[in-house]
């Protein structure tokens, strides 16, 4: 019994920390509400997690932030062979050339996550925070991701129940075959008005996928014609970030 306590209160200071991933500072009426915990739960754990230099608390607004003990756990993460900073350069020349905000992402289970984004010099640009999550049922990337995934991978994801019934999983098949043949996806309002994305797959030595590098940006400069014009652009950079990940 004593394990399984340990074990839940262990879940809940994660449910607690996964609440800092929507906003940056959050006071203990936000976090009680966001977890659903008891409130004088969500204080003890909060103490805890304080103390333990996850969590910090502002004296004058009474509000938590993230520690620095998250960043140390960043900074082992962060090795010079992960994706995310390995393939930075690449993201920054491509962005130079294409002048458009890049991004990079990884699927986590039925969800796609952006661990990189190098924005577009432009005034009015895309915005990319890092860390943000997105479903994968819309957006260039996500198509990248499921295309690209394996066949038992793709029928996991679109059996999913909470697959939204606004799309249409038949139509979004015939999306997949059709991308893993051209080798790209490009979506003009799929999951954000005003801005449109191409994305192309990033494949590892034995062609299992690796991330999905995006180039978006305002649908008024990124148009159909210009997502294909610089397709090949996209395709150079993945090509060597390919070979990079293999060395």
């Known amino acids: 019994m004593e394990g399984k306590k340990t074990v839940r209160a262990a879940e809940r200071a994660l449910d607690i920390l996964l609440c800092f991933t929507r906003k940056r500072e959050l006071s203990l009426t936000e976090i009680t509400r966001m977890t659903g915990l008891n409130k004088s739960t969500v204080y003890r754990?909060?103490?805890?997690?304080e103390d333990k230099g996850f969590l910090v608390r502002?004296?004058?607004?009474?509000?938590?932030?993230?520690?620095?003990?998250?960043?140390?756990?960043?900074?082992?993460?962060?090795?010079t062979d992960d994706p995310a900073i390995l393939f930075l350069p690449e993201m920054e020349r491509l962005r130079d050339t294409v002048e458009e905000t890049v991004s990079l992402y990884?699927?986590?289970?039925?969800?796609?996550?952006?661990?990189?984004?190098?924005?577009?010099?432009?005034?009015?640009?895309?915005?990319?925070?890092?860390?943000?999550?997105?479903?994968?049922?819309?957006?260039?990337?996500?198509?990248?991701?499921?295309?690209?995934?394996?066949?038992?991978?793709?029928?996991?994801?679109?059996?999913?129940?909470?697959?939204?019934?606004?799309?249409?999983?038949?139509?979004?098949?015939?999306?997949?075959?059709?991308i893993r043949d051209q080798g790209y996806a490009t979506s003009v309002e799929e999951r954000e008005a005003g801005t449109s994305a191409v994305s192309v797959p990033v494949l590892g030595r034995d062609?299992?996928?690796?991330?999905?590098?995006?180039?978006?940006?305002?649908?008024?400069?990124?148009?159909?014609d210009r997502m294909k014009e610089i397709v090949p652009r996209i395709m150079e950079a993945t090509s060597r970030m390919q070979k990079m990940a293999a060395k």
């Open 58 to 79: 502002d004296s004058e607004t009474d509000k938590y932030q993230l520690g620095f003990r998250v960043w140390e756990l960043y900074a082992n993460l962060s090795r």
């Open 106 to 178: 990884f699927r986590d289970g039925f969800e796609r996550i952006r661990v990189q984004a190098v924005e577009s010099l432009q005034a009015i640009r895309r915005v990319a925070p890092l860390g943000a999550r997105m479903p994968l049922a819309v957006g260039a990337s996500s198509k990248v991701l499921v295309a690209f995934a394996t066949p038992a991978e793709q029928r996991a994801i679109l059996a999913d129940p909470s697959w939204p019934s606004s799309v249409d999983r038949e139509r979004y098949r015939r999306q997949l075959e059709e």
């Open 45 to 49: 754990l909060l103490a805890t997690l």
């Open 207 to 224: 062609r299992r996928m690796i991330a999905a590098l995006a180039v978006s940006g305002p649908v008024e400069r990124l148009t159909m």
